[in-house]
């Protein structure tokens, strides 16, 4: 399979690259990090790493152009990239902080969708799945922008499933409480309870090949690992 992921240099987004690569499946991704360069680097074609920043538009464009002329139309489609705001009560989260996080997680997604999904329309096929959380469903002080964005992620998704074609699906996913640089910003220390990236992608990553039609629409968890 052609599996497209933003946010690919770290966390999830580079634990689920590196589980794929290793069985099989053609990785194409994009980050704003040089561990882009690394990434090239480490694994050549026909794997394709671009340095893009989602939330530039004409970026997202000339990427998507260039990502399906070599490739075609992804079969899945990964929605990662995302920040976390620092945790603060909201009066007190700066308004260019909250800016820039919902640019990344909301209008990103929003943006990749926009280039990327009608060619998977035109041939008909496809998976489309967003990075949600639990704080996409429930709540916890300081994280309200982070919470609002993943709350609109959930909506977002969902009414595009409506939109989409019989033979594809678009799919909000909870991927659970996962020890990352964004969890450690959360909960600093008690951040190493839980399951390193790596081993969540063991479970992650063949349960995402496994979601088609069937799946539409649906707000789903990786099972054992809910917030």
């Known amino acids: 399979m052609?599996?497209?992921?933003?946010?690919?240099?770290?966390?999830l987004g580079r634990a689920l690259a590196?589980?794929?690569?290793?069985?099989?499946?053609?990785?194409?991704?994009?980050g704003r990090s040089v561990d882009i360069?690394?990434?090239?680097?480490?694994?050549?074609?026909?794997?394709?790493?671009?340095?893009?920043d989602v939330t530039d538009e004409n970026k997202v464009a000339l990427w998507s152009?260039?990502?399906?002329?070599?490739?075609?139309a992804p079969d899945i489609l990964i929605c990662n990239a995302a920040l976390m705001n620092n945790p603060a009560p909201l009066w007190k989260v700066p308004a260019g902080e909250f800016n820039k996080l919902i640019d990344v997680n909301v209008k990103g997604v929003a943006a990749v969708i926009r280039h990327f999904v009608p060619p998977m329309i035109a041939r008909g096929t496809g998976v489309i799945v967003t990075l949600s959380s639990g704080w996409g469903r429930g709540t916890s002080p300081e994280v309200a922008?982070?919470?609002?964005?993943k709350f609109a992620i959930e909506g977002l998704t969902k009414s595009l499933a409506q939109e989409l074609p019989?033979?594809?699906?678009?799919?909000?996913?909870?991927?659970?409480?996962?020890?990352?640089?964004m969890l450690r910003q959360c909960w600093s220390g008690e951040a190493a309870r839980y399951p390193k990236a790596d081993a969540w992608a063991q479970v992650a990553a063949?349960?995402?090949?496994?979601?088609?039609?069937?799946?539409?629409?649906?707000?789903?968890?990786?099972?054992?690992?809910?917030?």
């Open 166 to 181: 019989a033979g594809m699906a678009a799919v909000p996913l909870n991927p659970g409480v996962i020890d990352t640089d």
């Open 37 to 52: 360069l690394d990434m090239r680097f480490t694994h050549p074609a026909p794997h394709d790493f671009s340095v893009v």
């Open 2 to 11: 052609k599996i497209l992921i933003t946010g690919v240099t770290k966390g």
């Open 65 to 72: 152009e260039k990502v399906t002329g070599v490739h075609g």
């Open 206 to 227: 063949p349960y995402l090949l496994q979601l088609g039609p069937k799946d539409n629409g649906q707000s789903l968890t990786i099972a054992g690992l809910e917030d």
């Open 18 to 30: 590196e589980w794929y690569i290793r069985n099989g499946h053609t990785v194409i991704g994009c």
């Open 145 to 149: 922008p982070y919470c609002a964005s």
